[in-house]
């Protein structure tokens, strides 16, 4: 198994799956810098002069940085209620036997399963009854019912490694349940709370489906206006790439720069 053919065949595929994940990237970026004859050349141009152009036509354009805007408010506060929301739920999964935890527990997963476009239009309905179409509430509450269930699937998981013997030490020590939750849990379980936020934050971040149904003009996420430069007439691909980067680069940015406690929360609560 660890023969030298073996291991280069294991590195071989490894740098064909990185080279089949980051070519889209690769793609995406390199034809932010090109021309737009460069763009529509047959075969494609690997060597071009690269060119800024649809960087400042996008960045002169105020509907693209108040949609980056937007998308981080709808972001930041669905991550914010998901985790306030998620941790203390996925904490009573994690160490309290109850009535119909079972079938709790196969609800959270189960949200998981259902494709977005199914609920698109009843969610329409819904919204335009109570009047939320067009506005932050509606992204954010929609956005939870998704992003809830990961935050609570990732902490149970982080708070069932934490030895259940520093509970019942604290209880000795007269500790209430919230102040043991507070000062045990939450501390020890930061890494699973942290990875559950990131990945909140980028699942609120790259949402296009129900941004681009429940809103109009109030409120445009970054996905929604990269969609808005294309026309029946023309394809402006370089304004799409352009603003497709700038939708991604904090995104991944931000998950270069966590990767550690990300790999740190996911791994953790595999053993005990």
Same mark, same amino acid.
């Given at each position: ?15 064909? $799956? ?53 998308? $981080? ?64 509430? $509606? ?134």
């Amino acid at each position: 198994m660890n023969s030298p053919l073996s291991r280069a065949l294991h590195g071989i595929g490894l740098l064909l $799956v990185v080279l089949f994940t980051l070519f889209p990237f690769y793609w995406m970026v390199s034809s932010s810098f090109k021309q737009q004859a460069d763009l529509l050349a047959s075969p494609p141009l690997w060597i071009f002069s690269p060119t800024l152009d649809h960087y400042r036509a996008v960045l002169a354009d105020a509907r693209v940085l108040s949609s980056i805007m937007d998308s $981080v408010i709808v972001a930041s506060i669905t991550t914010a209620i998901a985790v306030a929301l998620g941790a203390p739920a996925a904490y009573a999964l994690a160490r309290f036997d109850f009535r119909g935890k079972s079938d709790l527990w196969f609800w959270f997963i189960s949200n998981r399963m259902i494709s977005p476009i199914v609920l698109a239009l009843p969610v329409y309905l819904l919204a335009n009854q109570l009047r939320l179409l067009d506005s932050y509430a $509606v992204l954010i509450l929609i956005y939870l019912t998704f992003n809830l269930p990961i935050v609570v699937w990732i902490c149970t998981d982080q708070f069932r490694s934490i030895p259940n013997e520093l509970e019942q030490a604290a209880r000795l020590d007269g500790a209430s349940q919230f102040t043991i939750f507070r000062k045990i849990y939450l501390p020890l379980g930061l890494p699973g709370i942290a990875v559950s936020a990131i990945f909140s934050f980028i699942f609120s971040w790259n949402e296009l489906l129900y941004a681009l149904v429940l809103t109009r003009r109030n409120v445009q996420t970054a996905p929604v206006i990269a969609t808005s430069f294309m026309s029946g007439y023309e394809l402006p691909w370089g304004k799409i790439m352009a603003t497709g980067t700038l939708i991604v680069l904090p995104v991944t940015i931000f998950a270069i720069l966590v990767s550690r406690h990300m790999v740190r929360g996911l791994t953790m609560g595999a053993t005990k």
